[in-house]
């Protein structure tokens, strides 16, 4: 089992940035970690269903993706020796308010693509973008 911890939510205006940050522990670690189990982000509006905005996967390299809708102001990072997962926002949208969560994979060595592919998933972390 593995306990994912968001932060960095938070109000800001149209334009400026914000770092998510999510603390993996637990069995997490002694299961590999992020060297064997990729990690994504995704977000949430009241009444829709959760979005994926980007993951990453540290096996055979540090690879990142993005749906094409989130190419650009997102970018995704990680430390995978403190086990800490990052998504640095810029150019933020009121249009990108929602609740940020950060999931792990339900398989080791296995990508992660949408909210399907997610074992665990953080409580989440608010973030309002003013216009």
């Known amino acids: 089992q593995v306990q994912l911890v968001e932060s960095g939510g938070g109000l800001v205006q149209a334009g400026g940035s914000l770092r998510l940050s999510c603390a993996a522990s637990?069995?997490?670690?002694?299961?590999?970690?992020?060297?064997?189990?990729?990690m994504g982000w995704f977000r949430q509006v009241p009444g829709k269903e959760r979005e994926f905005v980007a993951s990453?996967?540290?096996?055979?390299?540090?690879?990142?993706y993005y749906p094409p809708s989130m190419k650009g102001r997102f970018t995704i990072s990680g430390d995978n020796v403190k086990n800490t997962l990052y998504l640095q926002m810029s150019s933020l949208l009121p249009e990108d308010t929602a609740i940020y969560y950060c999931g792990a994979a339900r398989s080791s060595l296995v990508d992660v693509r949408g909210v399907e592919d997610i074992g665990s998933w953080g409580q989440g972390t608010q973030v309002t973008v003013s216009s």
């Open positions: 990453i996967r540290w096996w055979n390299g540090a690879i990142t």
């Open positions: 637990g069995a997490f670690s002694r299961s590999g970690g992020f060297s064997r189990y990729a």
